[in-house]
């Protein structure tokens, strides 16, 4: 099959996009693994999403004693909070979900943003530097709000929809619906670092129809997601059977979490960078080397 | 010629290579790059763009297979002389060709035009068709 791309006129078939795919999943291994640093990122962006298990760690260690977290003060309201949220143990109360998911979307869309602009840097071979990624989301500040401010409702609805205990169908169309978002708005964030409209709903179009485009791209970035969630998961499924006691312990959770946002995350943000380098200007993106400067010359003799 | 008013449309759906193959070619049809002046380096252009490198490097290497412009080492890439239709090779003909209908098509559907609308007015009208 044959597939026509709407605006750009090119034809491509799913072999070639496939061997695109493939392509850009080296360069991201060769970026991912030439600037370890890149890893800072994804850490910090994902802080907020982990920070009620650190919580959870800390309370199970006794050091909660030691950081004074036992006492009336805004840090443990607020680590009684993310433990309580974490757990669901009486259902998340909808203004603490709010409180939890509006500054962490907006941090993480901050930080992602600086991320995707240090990797579209690293990508063409520059040395990556977090505290100049922090820059120059600040000077997008204003479409980031507005982004962050839809998104987190999103999922604040998502969240919510899930509360009462409800049947394996309507979980599952949760579940479709929360992954159809994803995809919806996976291109979302990174056209947040350059010129063109970042009113929210434009940003989705747009995303959606990158998405389109890109499908053959995009389903490898879904299918290496699940196989390393099934390989996490797995793993995870296997030191249950074998040690009940240590899989269920807070620091095994939170070192589990770590290692997958680790692993998993950062790798599928490098790749997701680099696809929306090749959607948008039409090349595997990669730092120029000598010998594509002499391709240049080389192709017709003088 | 100045390169500064050159912008991309990133949330067009068209390539930053493909815009900058159009920019090229429009100032070479428009007369503002003239035979033998230089384009911009790979790098230069790039950071001005803010784009991956081998964008610029496929651009240019598209160029010049379609014979707008020459390449030559250590100087950089020039406006290459006026290419007739019948010193064109088959190849960089129908490249040629391939490249003005979908320019075309991508700029009807941009304004939401039917193609077949363009493509009457092109049959019938004798001043296009000449």
Redesign the interface.
């Given at each position: 099959m044959i597939l026509g791309y709407p605006n750009s006129g090119e034809v491509r078939t799913p072999s070639q996009d496939y061997a695109s795919a493939r392509s850009i999943f080296w360069r991201s291994f060769q970026v991912a693994r030439r600037f370890p640093k890149l890893i800072l990122f994804p850490l910090a962006a994902t802080f907020f999403f982990y920070a009620r298990h650190l919580v959870a760690a800390l309370h199970s260690l006794r050091l909660s004693a030691l950081l004074g977290l036992h006492s009336p003060s805004l840090l443990t309201a607020t680590a009684n909070m993310l433990v309580a949220y974490g757990n669901g143990s009486n259902g998340p109360n909808p203004i603490a979900v709010a409180a939890f998911i509006f500054p962490t979307q907006l941090w993480y869309t901050f930080v992602t943003v600086a991320f995707f602009h240090e990797l579209t840097r690293a990508y063409a071979g520059a040395r990556p530097s977090f505290v100049r990624g922090l820059g120059f989301s600040c000077s997008r500040i204003a479409p980031i709000l507005s982004w962050s401010f839809l998104s987190a409702s999103v999922w604040m609805i998502i969240q919510l929809s899930g509360v009462d205990p409800i049947g394996p169908a309507p979980r599952m169309v949760l579940g479709l619906g929360s992954m159809a978002w994803s995809v919806i708005a996976m291109f979302a964030t990174p056209m947040l670092l350059r010129g063109g409209t970042h009113f929210p709903l434009a940003l989705l179009r747009l995303s959606w129809a990158s998405a389109r485009q890109n499908w053959t791209e995009l389903l490898c970035l879904l299918a290496g997601w699940f196989v390393g969630n099934g390989l996490f998961f797995g793993f995870a499924k296997v030191l249950q059977g074998l040690d009940p006691t240590l899989a269920a312990h807070p620091v095994t959770i939170l070192a589990a979490r770590v290692f997958y946002f680790a692993v998993l995350y950062i790798f599928a943000s490098i790749y997701l960078c680099a696809l929306y380098i090749y959607a948008t200007e039409g090349v595997v993106p990669g730092p120029l080397r000598s010998k594509d400067m002499d391709a240049v010359w080389q192709i017709r003799a003088h | 010629m100045n390169f500064d008013s050159w912008q991309l449309?990133?949330?067009?759906?068209?390539?930053?290579?493909?815009q900058i193959i159009h920019h090229v070619q429009a100032a070479v049809a428009s007369g503002t790059l003239a035979e033998g002046d230089q384009l911009p380096t790979?790098?230069a252009l790039?950071q001005k763009l803010?784009?991956?490198?081998?964008?610029v490097?496929?651009a240019?290497?598209e160029l010049?297979?379609l014979g707008v412009i020459?390449?030559?080492?250590g100087s950089g890439?020039f406006v290459a002389p006026a290419l007739k239709s019948s010193t064109m090779n088959a190849g960089a003909r129908e490249a040629k060709i391939?490249?003005i209908?979908?320019?075309m098509?991508?700029e009807a559907?941009?304004h939401q035009i039917p193609l077949n609308l363009i493509l009457e007015r092109l049959q019938h009208d004798p001043r296009l068709s000449q």
């Open positions: - | 449309e990133f949330q067009s759906g068209i390539p930053a290579y493909k790979i790098r790039h803010d784009i991956n490198p081998n964008t490097a496929r240019y290497r010049q297979t020459t390449a030559h080492q890439c391939v490249e209908a979908a320019r098509a991508a559907r941009s």
